[in-house]
């Protein structure tokens, strides 16, 4: 009987080979990071200079000391360098912001206080760099709708999370938590890029606090109060103040309703 295998078996690959590859693997993708973050860099420090984005990719790689070659092996165009800028800028926000609201204990406060952040955040300033860079933020949205989609997940993730933690503590009524802190995140940020309302002859400013009550009513259920009383944030809508009020009142007139109906009904008789 033959112990010779009818197909040739191939030798294992010796451990240090493994090892090599995988340094080798880890180094170029080690220098590829720094290529990228470079060009990033020059990209940061051109908006800054000229405040907008109207830069070349000539400039970028002139900036970056690195060659325009290198430049199109890595992004597809302009485009995708913005969306990269603007993927890291919601990214870092969106842990800053996580930051300075966990010190915050009640639910609908640190959501309120994250309101407050992000329409501060994507406020444009004159002669500054906007945090959101929301000076071309609308273009990539019209032309680039998926990955501005993706870019924006972090923050999503952080604010869906606040609206359940309010909705579990009883302080928000919210049956689709996502979709909740999607309509939140883009009423703070699109207001905040253009802050203000058309009242009579006059524009008539919008600030962060009128977008937070005016999310607050959307998550304080029927009949809540707590976007008209701030005395109310905090507490479930049932509990607020002007809440009870109005449902003592359509108590009444249900009563009052039904006594005459009655009334109708013994007169017929």
């Known amino acids: 009987m033959s112990v010779v295998p ?3 078996v191939e030798p294992p690959e010796p451990a240090w080979r493994q090892r090599a590859v995988e340094r080798s693997t880890r180094a170029a993708k080690l220098r590829a990071e720094q290529r990228v973050q ?18 070349t990719v000539q400039e970028v790689v002139e900036r970056s000391r690195q060659s325009l070659r290198s430049f199109y092996q ?8 913005l969306l990269a800028l603007f993927e890291d800028s919601l990214s870092k926000s969106a842990v800053e912001m996580h930051e300075r609201i966990t010190a915050v204990k009640d639910p609908l406060e640190r959501l309120k206080v994250a309101v407050n952040l992000l329409y501060e955040a994507s406020t444009p300033r004159e002669g500054q760099q906007s945090p959101l860079f929301t000076d071309f933020a ?3 949205l019209v032309s680039h709708p ?18 359940e933690d309010a ?6 009524v919210a049956p689709r938590p996502r979709r909740t802190a999607s309509l939140i995140m883009q009423t703070a940020m699109f207001t905040a890029q253009a802050p203000a309302a058309p009242v009579g002859a006059h524009p008539s400013p919008i600030g962060a606090e009128d977008v937070w009550a005016f999310c ?8 809540g109060a707590a976007g008209d009383d701030p005395a109310g944030i905090g507490q479930a809508p049932a509990t607020t103040e002007a809440g009870a009020a109005r449902k003592t009142s ?6 009052a309703k039904k006594t005459a109906g009655r009334k109708t009904v013994a007169a017929k008789g």
């Open 146 to 163: 998926d990955q501005v989609a993706t870019a924006h997940l972090p923050l999503l993730a952080l604010f869906t999370e606040l609206v």
């Open 216 to 223: 607050l009513g959307g998550i304080s259920g029927p009949g």
């Open 74 to 81: 890595h992004f597809d165009g302009k485009h995708e360098l």
């Open 167 to 172: 909705v579990e503590a009883g302080a928000a």
């Open 6 to 8: 009818a197909e040739p």
């Open 38 to 55: 470079r060009f990033l860099d020059a990209a940061q420090e051109l908006i800054a200079d000229k405040g907008t984005t109207d830069f």
């Open 250 to 255: 359509a108590t009444k007139k249900a009563t």
């Open 138 to 140: 609308i273009q990539l």
